[in-house]
């Protein structure tokens, strides 16, 4: 905290190496470590200062992902921060609870400087949710998860070529939890809490346990649901989150499973994005005595309902090959301009045979409808990032509220980083 009562957080990009066993060493990169950043967290109505220090000898930006804040605040393509220059945005935390996550955006290059090891969790609190019953003691039993899959060469080295026969960039055979291979947790209490984030470059996970047990879906991208889904399975595109609740016995173990996504795909598409791929996560290690922890509330939280009837627009975004709308992004075009507090819906359809995982900057959206149904319960709370899936279109809806700058764009994009990467992006301003 500093003398103006802010919060400050210093992270610094850098070259790192680590050894994850495969074979030799791997040069990495990472935030104020050698893979990965810290876990940054704070509370609603906090300002915040990030101090970004570009160490890695390229340029690079640093995007609060699922943060709602001023687009010069952003860390998208426009606010890149040269090597050896230091970026201090600045924001006032103003939304629920949520855990959202950083990572890098430079144009034409996130995939690689995501791959190599930068991101990191940025964890939302707020009064409501401190007063909830849900497992929270960081590291015991509320555990950020991070999930990605790499690909080591047999020395050691990141294979960093980020083509795929699917089109849809990397898929590793190599999962890391929180940049750890093989990794497991030993649990203490009868529930833990796990936040669960897609930090993948392409490749979708369909979470659930070996066992089949079931578990209380909490919250989703934007924050907590209105109340918890017990379900088996919680699918996860590139850039989404989930917090899940799971009951652990006495002495067991418990292993967290990436289940074959349906990613509506036919069946070669599917395989060559890795829709036949299972993979064990974590291993849950509970202890012989576990700390008694409290049921699950039936109610989380309020979520207000954007009201379809106050949208005062309605967009139509075709997802085709690398393209939106036939147009690949361009760092000089702004595709649309939104006005300041207005509410609207934006209809999102795919065309093509390839999996894409949409994502909008500085909003919260909520889920309409999915080819014309209700959304299932897992799409009920608040998103930023939706995994659009068949021919399907998706109805959401979002208030562009607070922060209007007619000169410095927001983006949306596919979340697979090699489609961004290639211009499967566009920009809109808030005036
Ligand atoms: Cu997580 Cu524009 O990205
Ligand atoms: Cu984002
Ligand atoms: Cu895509």
Excluded at 203 to 231: C, I, K, Q, S, W
Excluded at 345 to 367: C, G, L, N, R, Y
Excluded at 373 to 381: K, M, V, Y
Excluded at 416 to 424: K, N, P, S, Y
């Amino acid at each position: 905290i500093d003398d103006r009562g802010r919060r400050v957080f210093d992270l610094r990009a850098q070259p790192g190496r680590r050894d994850f066993g495969q074979g030799g060493p791997t040069d990495t990169w990472g935030f104020n470590g050698d893979y990965l950043g810290p876990t940054l967290r704070a509370n609603r109505g906090e300002q915040v200062v990030v101090n970004v220090v570009n160490g890695i000898g390229e340029p690079t930006s640093v995007h609060w992902h699922g943060m709602h804040l001023p687009a010069a605040m952003d860390g998208g393509p426009h606010q890149m921060v040269r090597p050896g220059a230091t970026w201090s945005p600045h924001w006032t935390v103003d939304q629920p609870a949520a855990t959202l996550w950083y990572h890098p955006h430079p144009h034409g290059r996130t995939a690689e400087h995501v791959y190599r090891g930068m991101a990191g969790m940025f964890l939302l609190d707020d009064e409501p949710s401190a007063g909830l019953p849900l497992p929270r003691r960081y590291g015991v039993d509320d555990i950020p998860v991070i999930v990605q899959d790499r690909k080591f060469e047999s020395d050691g080295r990141l294979d960093t070529d980020q083509g795929g026969i699917g089109g849809t960039g990397i898929l590793g055979d190599t999962l890391l939890v929180n940049g750890t291979v093989g990794p497991y947790l030993d649990v203490s209490t009868e529930r833990v809490r796990l936040r669960l984030l897609n930090g993948s470059n392409a490749r979708t996970y369909d979470f659930g346990f070996a066992d089949d047990r079931t578990f209380a879906l909490v919250g989703t991208d934007g924050g907590l649901l209105e109340r918890p889904h017990r379900t088996g399975r919680i699918r996860l595109s590139p850039g989404e989150r989930a917090e899940i609740v799971v009951t652990v016995r006495p002495a067991e173990r418990a292993v967290l499973r990436s289940y074959p996504p349906n990613q509506g795909l036919e069946f070669l598409g599917g395989r060559f994005t890795g829709g036949d791929d299972t993979f064990d996560v974590l291993e849950l290690r509970a202890g012989n005595r576990l700390a008694p922890s409290p049921e699950v509330p039936d109610r989380l939280t309020p979520v207000e309902r954007l009201d379809p009837a106050t949208a005062t627009e309605t967009r139509r975004f075709r997802l085709n090959g690398r393209e939106i709308n036939g147009r690949k992004m361009d760092l000089d075009r702004i595709d649309f301009a939104v006005t300041r507090g207005a509410t609207e819906i934006w209809e999102i359809e795919k065309q093509d045979a390839t999996p894409h995982s949409f994502h909008v900057h500085d909003v919260q959206f909520q889920v309409l409808s999915v080819d014309g149904r209700q959304p299932p319960p897992e799409l009920r709370g608040w998103k930023d990032t939706i995994l659009v899936t068949g021919g399907e279109e998706i109805r959401i809806i979002a208030r562009f509220a607070d922060h209007a700058d007619p000169n410095m764009p927001y983006m949306f994009h596919c979340h697979l980083l090699l489609h961004e990467d290639q211009g499967m992006m566009g920009q809109f301003v808030v005036v």
